[in-house]
């Protein structure tokens, strides 16, 4: 029976697919999803001139020396570096060391430059905003064009998630259910317990009692 029933309030997130495209990245990032990283395995300087916003820096021939004591082996994790033949080599690194959801970003950081993903770093500093960058309304026409291209649609994600949380709240409720009758059953049987004790104990008492008394209404032998 599962003890823990808030924490099977938040509905889990879809595995990751081995491979990704940015718009699916960038889908996740806009919508706020949780528990997620994104690792560059690049090298530094390159990594210090521009990459993904929020990316971690770990060069490749660091990369499991680094990952191993610092990342949660369950986490969903996406990797890129110079070209895809580096991230599969990256991501092969992570699977073999025991990291459990790890997805190659297809293209890499020019593929996420390319739908207009958030960078940045030294030169990307420089680079002027693009058109969706001080415009809600854009940014919100650029997003449901993502969700067309790549990933899953706002709504099915939405339909998804209720469906997740109504399962979670109904187990919930379930094992909720199951501890009470279980605690109302253990309380029914230590009540008719300590019932049975005590009315063995009177017994007892009484009877002690009346041989004592009977014991003292006897007559003692004198010499």
Do not use: C
């Not at 003890?3 to 509905?11: A, D, E, S, T, Y």
């Not at 895809?84 to 959801?101: P, R």
């Amino acid at each position: 029976m599962v003890n823990n029933l808030v924490g099977g309030i938040i509905p889990p997130q879809p595995p990751i697919e081995a491979q990704s495209d940015a718009h699916t990245l960038k889908t996740r990032l806009e919508w706020g999803e949780p528990a997620f990283t994104i690792l560059d395995v690049r090298d530094r300087t390159t990594y210090n001139e521009g990459h993904i916003m929020g990316s971690m820096p770990m060069p490749a021939d660091e990369l499991v020396e680094r990952a191993v004591p610092s990342l949660d082996k369950s986490r969903d994790i996406y990797v890129y570096g110079a070209n895809d033949e580096e991230t599969a080599q990256a991501a092969q690194q992570l699977l073999s060391n025991g990291f459990e959801h790890v997805s190659q970003l297809k293209g890499g950081l020019a593929a996420w430059k390319a739908i207009g993903g958030p960078t940045e770093g030294i030169i990307e500093s420089k680079t002027p905003p693009g058109a969706d960058d001080y415009n809600v309304v854009a940014r919100l026409q650029n997003h449901q064009e993502n969700l067309q291209k790549g990933g899953t649609s706002a709504t099915e994600t939405i339909k998804k998630g209720a469906s997740n949380l109504k399962e979670s709240v109904q187990e919930g409720a379930s094992n909720l259910k199951e501890s009470v009758q279980e605690g109302a059953s253990n309380l029914k049987e230590n009540v008719q317990e300590g019932a049975s004790n005590l009315k063995e104990n009177v017994q007892e008492g009484a009877s002690n009692l009346k041989e004592n008394v009977s014991e003292s209404k006897t007559p003692r032998d004198t010499e």
